[in-house]
């Protein structure tokens, strides 16, 4: 999504990045795309020990993939001495350069000051500047905590135990509590609803549907859903229906994935065991197709560490440490 950013000074960027961001972001690279004096949001890369020439080439690589790209800055979020890290930077800003990207700016931030690659005979400023600015927003929540799940709701949670302990003899249709999840605030989930969707996600074929449906529409998960019956007997899968899972074809419906995230989010807060993994894994792969790889990261870990054996999360974790994003997150809105 393009944004227009109003920042007249660096103190006024990096407040903004959190925003962007949607949380403050821990021992990260950040590059902010820019189509001219207008953001196409932000790219968050885990901050590398080291420079990497490979890890430089793909961070570059995913932003040359952005429409239309003018310029961009790059920003290093530390917890040590800068630096450590400015070779990282310089490294990506000429790579960028080469490529005709120009880095109109290249800073850094740790805890306590911040500063310009580009300027090193320049003193770093305080960190407080940043916190001053009109654009701060002291309400976003640092990296390590930006999606820590909804507090467990006790009612909630007992509902859904029960109807999960009566659900052997209850019949539904499977597309349907998909679909009416689209259009359901947590808060109106009920816990038969909310029992048929864990039902749902705790079987890989349904979770595929589910997922697909979420991105789509109804026609595709009932397309889906036929797939999957399908390559259980002939062991052939659908070529459209895979690519969503695999993040081609055209954007997904942005609205349907965040009803569909919260949604997910309060299933796993008010459950436990394997249907926590696979709300959990649901999550992390709606986080990555809307683009969100870090918190996709979170729910793929916490999923991992409820259920080692949960093939999904083996697979989103190595889509996750390749970099790897959906195709769609280079489109245009």
Known sequence: MVQILRAASSADLLAVIPRLAGF????SIVVVPFVETRTRGVMRFDLP????VDQINLM???????????????????????????????????RLDEQGIPVAEALYVTGDAWGDYFRPTEAA????????????????????????????????????????????????????AIERATDTTPEELRSAHAAQLLAVLVRPMLRDVALIQWARDTEHGAAALATQVQYHLTAQVDADVAETLLGRGERPDV???????AICRHLAANTADVHAAAALISAGWI???????????????????????????????????????????????
């Open 24 to 27: 403050q972001p821990e021992k």
């Open 49 to 52: 020990e080291r420079a990497n």
């Open 60 to 94: 570059a690589e995913y932003l040359l993939r952005v429409p239309d790209v003018t310029g961009a800055i790059v920003i290093v979020y530390t917890d040590g001495d800068p630096k450590d890290s400015e070779v990282i930077a310089t490294m990506l800003a000429a």
């Open 125 to 176: 400023q305080p960190a407080a500047w940043i916190s001053a600015s009109e654009h701060a927003d002291p309400t976003v929540p640092a990296q390590s905590l930006a999606h820590t799940l909804p507090e467990r709701d006790e009612v909630a949670a007992a509902g859904i135990a029960g109807c999960l302990g009566d659900f052997a003899s209850v019949t539904f249709d499977p597309l349907k």
């Open 255 to 261: 609205a349907r994935l965040e009803s569909a995230l």
């Open 287 to 333: 986080a990555w197709a809307l683009g969100r790889s870090s918190e996709a990261h979170v729910y793929v870990e916490r999923a991992t560490a409820i259920d080692p054996d949960l093939s999904f999360a083996g697979l989103m974790a190595k889509v996750l440490d390749a970099a790897m994003l959906p195709e769609w997150a280079f489109n245009r809105r």
